[in-house]
Nanobody
Framework: QVQLVESGGGLVQAGGSLRLSCTAS????????MGWFRQAPGKEREFVAR????????SYADFVKGRFTISRDNLKNMVYLQMNSLQPEDTAVYYC??????????????WGQGTQVTVSS
């Protein structure tokens, strides 16, 4: 069982930055690939970024490449999402998740409760 708690969301103007954090419980945190997903109002939840257990391999959705950076600190059981050059279309609830591959796509196995990110124009 893994418990995840996100923080760091908020309101920011277009072009601004936010850093999301996710605290994970569990003694074998470093064995899990971790990811960030988001869900905008009226839309399905979508993959944003993933980092492997060791932190050396990352994957990103095309719409965030070059703007967002995922990282992790296995000593602190933390995962981060640095978001730069935010745009109004990035407005969504952002979820941290233990990330697996299902049907050829990244999805979550355990989920946090989410943190709201709102980008004003």
């Amino acid at each position: 069982q893994v418990q995840l708690v996100e923080s760091g969301g908020g309101l920011v103007q277009a072009g601004g930055s936010l850093r999301l954090s996710c605290t994970a419980s569990g003694r074998i945190f470093s064995s899990y690939a971790m990811g960030w997903f988001r869900q905008a109002p009226g839309k399905e939840r979508e993959f944003v970024a993933r980092v492997n257990g060791g932190g050396g391999v990352t994957s990103y959705a095309d719409f965030v490449k070059g703007r967002f950076t995922i990282s992790r600190d296995n000593l602190k059981n933390m995962v981060y999402l640095q978001m730069n050059s935010l745009q109004p279309e990035d407005t969504a609830v952002y979820y941290c998740a233990v990330t697996i591959v299902r049907g050829g796509s990244f999805t979550g196995d355990y989920w946090g409760q989410g943190t709201q990110v709102t980008v004003s124009s």
